[in-house]
């Protein structure tokens, strides 16, 4: 049993998120922390630009080095619209508590 529990950059991309929820509960203590990491944008508009910008050169970047796998983070941190949970949602139903952050 952990104490707390981290998924980072991947919440959005399991095929089967109460599967993955479950798991998370079996593995942390009772009264334990889930973190959640998502990429996101900035909500001022001249960081969300200078922020595109860095995306742009992440993807040239790993183009030049061959790193396929940088090629859709840009635009899928660009139009990532934040989750849309529901009440029937896999954390609710797994009976895990959320936070927002600021």
Do not use: K
């Not at 104490?3 to 993955?20: G, P, S, T, W």
């Amino acid at each position: 049993m952990f104490d707390v529990a981290c998924v980072a950059f991947a919440i959005d991309d399991m095929a089967d998120r109460e599967r993955c929820a479950a798991e998370l509960l079996r593995v942390l203590r009772p009264g334990g922390t889930l973190l959640l990491l998502e990429l996101g944008t900035p909500d001022n508009r001249l960081l969300r630009r200078l922020y595109a910008g860095g995306l742009h050169t992440m993807r040239l970047l790993g183009r030049s080095r061959h790193l396929e796998g940088y090629g859709h983070l840009r635009e899928e941190i660009l139009t990532y619209g934040g989750p849309t949970p529901s009440p029937g949602s896999a954390p609710r139903r797994a009976s895990c508590a959320t936070a927002a952050g600021p």
